[in-house]
Every structure is written in C-alpha cells, then in structure tokens.
C-alpha cells in the first residue's frame, strides 16, 4: 500500500462517525499555562525522584506512597492508600460534574534497580539537569533543576525520570491545565500507581477482587513506556509481555583445573553456549518448535498502521552503533508483533582480570521472553522445555544432587524469575481506541503515531483482561531515556508536550461500557478478552 | 598390549644400563629424619603461607622473596636475589664435593588471586589444618597447625599450600634429610624460584640471557603439579602449554530495552554463544580447522606408558560429580596429549537478583587453549582468528569506534591474556629421564607414575627450550588439592612421602650435557629442542 493510501485510511478511521468532544480547550491554551507552570511542575517532579523507589525497598516505598497520596490530594483527587500484600497502590477519584464514564488511569511508582557505579552522577535519585543527551556531550546544568523555562533538549537524569514517575506528573499537571482553561475531562478519573511494576505487579493482580468497586471503570489509560521516537503524540493498543527464565547448566561439583582435566571433564559453559546457540539462528528466527505458535497474518487494517508509524530505522541504528538488524528487513514494528527470545546476561566463572584458568563448576543465562497476545506465558515455558529436553539435557528445578550428578549429563536447572506477565491488545477499531485517536488528532491537527503492540510490557494483562473493558497507552516519554538502564533521564520538550497529549485524551468521550465499570469483575485467573 | 606386558617393557626402561648410583639412603632412613623433623618442616611452610603471594602484591612478592633467600641460606645455599624486570627470582647455588654436573631445580612462589569470600576459612594466608578433605568434612583443628605428628589424611588450607610453596620447602628438607643420612646430592643443585610463574613467567623468561651462567645446568627437575592420583611418586616428562585469549562480542552501544527492541537489534550474548557453539561439538572434537595439527599416532612405548598410568577414572568421576567424559572413550592420560579449548568464563550484563530486561550492550568469553608441543601458540592463535572469520566476525583489536560499527555487523574483539607459553616435552628415554625414574625406583621399590605430558603449564617452556637439556617434572602434592580455586589445601602423607621422592631424585647421577651448562645459552626466541 502506498503511503499516500494509508494515510487516507488512517484519517478515516481516526475521524469518521466520532460524536466531537464539547469541551477540549485549544492547544495554544493548554500549552500556555504548561509554559507558565514548568518550574513548579518540574519542582514536583523532583521531589518525587528524590525518593528511592526500588521495590524491595520498604521504608522509602512508604515514603513514596505517603508523598503521592498527598500530590493527588494537592490535585483535586480523594485519595487513599490501598493495603495490598506487597507495596501498597496509591488511589485517588476525581468526579467530574456530569460525567457518565469512568477511566482508569494507571501507572507505576517503583523503578528498576540502580547500580551507581555506572551512572555518571553521584546518585541516580538526586536528579540533574543536562542541556543535552549525556551521549551526545550534554553537560549539567548548574544551579536547581527546576527552572522559570527549560530549553526542549534539555534533559533531566535519574532513576524513574522517565520510568514511570513523570507520567504521574503529567497528568496531575494535564488535569490542572484542562481546569485553568475552563474545560474538564470527559469522564471521572481514576487513578491507581502500582508499587510493584517492574517487579511484575504481583500486588496490583490480587488486589483486583479486594478493590473490584475502586478499579472497575469502562476504560483504562495506561500511561508507561516511551513515545514513538519522532516524538510525536503516541497512543498504544497493546504491549508484549513476558517470561523470564534462568538456566544454569552444572558442570564439575568445583572448579576444576583446566590443564589437568581440560578435554576430559565436561565444560558446562560449552554447553550452555550449545543449548542456547540451539534456540535461535543466525538470522533471528527462533528455533524452538512451537514458539510462533498462533500468530496470523495481519488484517490490512493492521498492515497499514504498522507500515504508517514513521520509524527511522536508519537513524536508530546510528544511535545503536549497529550495522544491521537482528532479522535482516524486518520492520521494527513488524519485529515487535512476534515474540523474541533475548540473552539477558551470562555468567560463568570470571573474565577479565579476574580470570582464573579453570573449568567453571556451572554457568548461567538469564533470559527473557516477550510475548505477544497469541503467545501465552504458560505454554511458551513448556515449548521451552520441550526444546531443552531435546537437546539432551536433563531439566531439574533445583541444584541437582549427587544421584541426579551420577545418573544425568547436561543437567540444567530451569527457574522462572521475576513472575510471568502475558501480552494484552484491544482492538484498535473499539470506540474507546478511536475517540482517543480523535481526541489528540483534534489537539495536535494530526493523527498520533499509532503502535498496535509497545514491545515493552506493562504487566497488567490479567488486571485489563479481567476488567473486560479496553485499555490504551499513553506514553509520554522520549523513546532514548536508558529505561531500565544506567542515565535514565526525561527529555524536557516531550515531557511537556506529553502534558499536552493527556489533556487531549482526558477530553476524550469515552463510551459508557455496557455493564458500566459496576459489573462484577473476575477474580484473577478468569479472563475476559478485551476482543 | 596386556598390563603384564607393559609392566615388563616399564621395567626395562627404568633398569636397564644404568649405572646405580652410589650415595642413595635406604628410605628407611630418610623417612625417619622426616617423621623426627615434621613439626620444624610445617612450622617453615606455615611461615611461608602467611606471606601473600599474588604476583601483583608487590610489598608481600617483597616479603617472600626475603624470606626465602633466607631460608635456602639456612638450609646450606649460597643465596641471592636475581632482579628482573618484574618479581625477583631468588637463586641459590649448593656445590657438592665431587660433582661434576649440575641440577637446576626450577619451582614458584607466587600464587593464584584468591576470592577470599569463597574460602571456608577466614584468611587463606592464615593456613588451618584439617583432619581430612573439606569436602567429606574434614574438620578444622584447634591449636598450631606445625604438630610433632600427622596423620596422613590431615590437610593444611592455604593459598599456594599445594601450588608451588610446598615443593619448595620439601626440597630444603630432602637436602637436610639426605646429609642427614650421610648422603649427598649427586649433582651440583642450583634452585631458581619465579615469582610469575601465575602470570606466565615473563620475567624468568626475559632473565635467561642476564643470568645465562647462573642458570646453566646439565638437567632442570620441575616442582609443580600434582602427584598422580593415586598418591604414587610420579615423575613427568612435559606439560601442555596455554594461550589465553578474550572474545567480546559488541552489541548495542549501551544495554538497550528487550522489550522495545527485542527481535530488532542483535543481541551481542546470542552472537557469542553462536561463535563459541562453532568451536567444539557435542562430542568434545574442537571444530576450529587445525587445531589438531601436527599430532601423530604415539609411539608403542608412549603407548605402553599412557596404558600403565594407573588413572581411577570411575572415583575421578564421582569426586567430580559427573556422569560423562567430555570425549566419551577418550582416556584422561589420552585427553592431555592433545590440546584442548576451555571456556573460563562468561560474562554478559547480569545474571540473579540484578538481572535487568535489556540487550546487552556486549558479551565476553575467557578461554583458554591448552597447547601440546605440536601445536605452538602462534599457529594456534591464527587458526583460532580464521576460525572466528569464517564464522562472519569482523575482528578487531580494540573497543570499535562509530565507523566500525557502521561497517560491520558481528564485531568481535580478541584480545591475548596473560601470555602464552608453549608445551615442552622431554623424551622419556632420555638418559637423565631414565636416571631419575631409576632412582625414585630404588628408593619406593617400584617404578614411578610416568607421564608423557602433564594437562597443566609450567610457563618456562621457552626457558627449557633455550637451555637445550632434559627438564623433568617432579610433583609432590595431592592431586585434588583445589590448586587455582579456593580453599587450595595440601594432604600432608602426600607432601611427606614427596620429600622421600624429591630426596631420590637428588641422587640421580644425570648425566653430564656435551658442553656441560657453561656452554652459551640461546637468547629468548631461540629454540633449540630437547629432541
């Protein structure tokens, strides 16, 4: 399809047959009280950084909690904490005057670890402000981070800048604006922060029959990840999800020697290397039978949005410092629709200086598994299995013993970490999906970037599938923000036009669901597809 | 060929045509000077095990190096420092009235970096003493570790306790032993002792021209390495070399998102794996074209001395806990003739409770190749760099810089660690290797353990090879002595039975060489065989 016919489906489906919002303000509106308000916005978010927010970290996830209650207070939410058998979620209610709907609107609280060493800062949770990408030479800007007016490039860095932190920001901000230009949502909002994202939202899932009144709504807004790397509004109507696992292959009980019994005793991270040299080949396609199990052509609807996002793939790689790509022509976005089997760490003995010349006792991969909607967790484990088995390696669950030692070779040890997490996806031709297409086309005077999967995951499937209602991301981040990494950080300009996006999307006339958001929802485990 | 018939054809090599040797003790003798001096011979190794030795620790590599000119001086050398461009060597000379030739005994006093945390004891240069192997649970001793008497399953726990200070100290106490007794050495004993030997003696190596009259000799006996497992007196004949190399593998500049990018861009681990799967079947046959070149089918008497090697294959295994040889059929004696490929260590981002979800930004595998006289380092090293350009790897010398990233897919950087030191091999029918192996048979009674080629390096083949005379190995310690791991120990009937055998060894009338060690000795690059 031509890129000219594409975009005149793309127009139709964002704008034909949509009731208008009545009471979306002007951008130039909304986008002068943002320019107005920077320095306070950006003062709030820095404070809320300054907060540690690994999850295992109970005393200053207390803290957190304590501080985000009061910000939605301070927002005009009723707020709550909300007791879960890990870290607590943070609620609050906005009621608006007239409304019929309710929206859901989620994101997180905690972060990834940090390991500070490989930060180019003191401390990732004392944010500090560049006037550029630190790989591009930025450099800290001295003086308090937070500013009467901030440069578009300039950049803040630290741990949750980006992940998932400022969204909660944005939206406080967003709901401050549409009330400052005389408008409103157009639905009640709800809000709910998870403590325990990238821990795989453990709390969040079984709380949902606890909290099945506060949660129930007849959409969700899920605000996480980043947006499309032009920068433009972005909305998401699915996101990969995940399934992570370690093996760990044993060799001798002890490190053994490797003059005097190298060729002679078993080296198990050769056979490691084997075992998963086996799962994939030289051109990216995994070989693991059954693992793209499901998946059909696309519809070419779904064609047409994929091939429509302005990916510069050139670009990407540039900035990646890679010659070529995994599955040679294959789209980013094409690739994101499948599942992938990634190599997350490796780890055997010592290099380096470290090194010592013997034959390591055992060695390990971590590895991670993105799913997608027709990949399920459950079943991918077992193909996984299947595939080890018949490489001739025996699975065990636990450090194996000396009768397990004597009876097997290629023992490998298999242990699911971190929780699983499925994929979820709505339609993008639900009404809810396209009065939010609608609603930030009117605002920005063009259609957002449209991603029918976010290869990142948000492991919140079981919470959207058992609410039975659709759920649409909004992301409002720069894609280039070293998420889970070292220098984090929150580009300035797209932090600011991402307030923009959410009061675009509040104003959105979400249909009212048919049970609305008061129905009964399912207990964790039953699932209602959103489709 | 039927065990009897080796035993026959072992018999006569180590009898026939040898003039006996005069000033042999009865080892009733010797063994009694031993069992009177165990406490004052601990209490010297204890002494000597509480100096860290890792050869980067240059205040305690000073320390040692007092301390043990110190001591050969006390056990009646003329002793000194030989300054090198790195660690000292310490050097002594003992003349013995009526000799004519001369024995260069060669052992190290430098050890293996020490992980201290992985060590069951608190400090593994405070030695403790065991009454038997940790591992069976032995248990630690109250009280000194120098006692008037040792059981023989008693072990002492310290940092080069096996590996290479015992053999040091045992020769000290065979000299005292055999004066003892009224008996001599049979030669001129001059004792060289490396402080590198861990780091690949460069030093000792780059001395041979310096000290070219110091270290001239008629013949050099080796102290390292373990005995033969079964405990029996073992004299050995060569040693595998080793080249040790880094591969890295680079991804993405930095660790990327495995969900936004998973299936997109290359994952550096999976390439590694993928290049370190092509090295080595699942049979243990290295795949790297030439590795095997220049081995010939053995001689029937190497043959006969390989057979005669009285391996426990069957307890090897289950001490190791592993059902399988790596090559299955292929014996442990068979194993070390040829070389070997050996992953040291992996290591990619994180593996356990710090494992993130990214692509790692690269992914590195330490290997080391041990060598075998035929095979050379450097012939190795290029067939290794072919192999790894055959298999579509553009190989680079240094991290790459944004151009090389652009050029090439598969970067791969090779790097040579820690040196290389070739294989040596002396003939076993040389007439100093049928000297020694004749006297070790007079002293036990019965023929030594003969190995052809030890798995493990001593790095001084260049210096073998410049001094153009036999060298013979001579290890005295257990074989499962955790030499290069932690809690390294020494079985203390082993290492007093060494000293018996070291004080045979001594009395071995070697021949006087053509141009008896005063004659000039080739530079370092010189090669001139032993055969």
């Known amino acids: 399809m031509r890129p000219r016919h594409l975009l005149v489906l793309l127009g139709l489906l964002a704008a034909v047959a949509l009731p208008r919002a009545q009471s979306q303000p002007p951008r130039s509106g909304i986008d002068a009280w943002i320019g107005a308000h920077q320095q306070a916005v950006v003062r709030e978010l ?33 707020a709550e904490t909300l007791e879960t058998a890990g870290n607590p979620l943070v609620y609050g209610e906005m009621t608006v005057p007239g409304a019929t709907g309710t929206v859901l609107v989620y994101a997180h609280y905690d972060g990834q670890p940090v390991d500070p060493k490989n930060w180019k800062q003191p401390n990732p949770f004392v944010p500090i402000l560049r006037d550029g990408r630190l790989e591009d030479g930025g450099r800290e800007l001295p003086g308090p981070v937070d500013r009467a007016r901030y440069e578009p490039d300039w950049r803040l860095y630290a741990r949750s800048s980006s992940d998932d932190k400022s969204p909660i ?39 949902i029959s606890r909290y099945r009144q506060k949660l129930a709504a007849d959409a969700i807004v899920i605000l996480d990840g980043p947006v499309h790397p032009s920068g433009r509004p972005t909305v998401t109507f699915g996101a990969r999800g995940i399934l992570t696992v370690e093996l760990t292959v044993f060799g001798p009980k002890f490190g053994l020697h490797s003059g005097h019994y190298g060729n002679w005793v078993p080296n198990p991270a050769f056979e490691l290397v084997r075992l998963l040299a086996s799962m ?51 789209s980013l976005q094409d690739a994101v629709q499948r599942p992938s089997l990634n190599i997350r760490g490796l780890s055997s003995a010592y290099v380096g200086a470290s090194a010592r ?27 996984l299995k299947a595939h080890i088995s018949r490489q001739g390696f025996f699975l065990v669950e636990r450090d194996p013993d ?57 492991p919140i499937a079981p919470f959207i599938e058992s609410m039975g209602v659709p759920a649409v991301g909004v992301p409002i981040v720069n894609f280039d923000n070293n998420q889970h990494g070292e220098n984090e950080n929150l580009r300035m300009g797209t932090f600011f036009t991402g307030i923009t996006t959410l009061a675009a999307v509040l104003t959105a006339p979400v249909p009212v669901a048919p049970t609305p958001g008061k129905r009964p929802v399912a207990g964790h485990g039953e699932s209602q597809r959103t489709r």
Chains 1, 2 share one sequence.
């Open 46 to 78: 820095a404070d809320l950084l300054m907060i540690p927010n690994v999850a295992a970290d109970g005393p200053n996830i207390a803290r957190n909690v304590d501080a985000l209650r009061a910000m939605l207070t301070r927002h005009g939410f009723k």
């Open 169 to 207: 920001i944005a939206l406080c901000a967003a709901l401050d604006a549409l009330k400052a230009t005389g408008s409103a949502p157009a639905s009640n909002v709800h809000v709910v922060l998870d403590g325990e994202e990238e821990a795989g939202s453990p709390s969040l899932i079984a709380a």
């Open 280 to 330: 994939k080949d030289e051109r990216g396609h995994v070989l693991v039978p059954g693992f793209y199990d499901g998946l059909e052509p696309l519809a070419p609807e779904e064609k047409a949005m994929l091939a429509a996002v302005p990916d510069d793939e050139a670009a990407l790689k540039k900035l990646f410092g890679i010659a070529e790509v995994e599955q040679p022509g294959l």
């Open 357 to 383: 010349t013997i034959i390591p006792d055992r060695a390990t991969a971590a590895i991670d598994i993105r799913l997608v909607k027709e990949t399920p967790s459950a079943a991918m484990l077992e193909r």
């Open 402 to 458: 000396d009768a397990t030692r004597a009876a097997h070779s290629r023992i490998v040890k298999l242990t699911v970490e971190g929780g699983e997490t499925n994929a979820y996806r709505t339609s993008p031709l639900a009404p809810a999906s396209r009065q939010i297409v609608a609603a930030v086309t009117r605002m920005f005077g063009q259609a957002p970037v449209q991603i029918r999967t976010m290869g990142g995951t948000v």
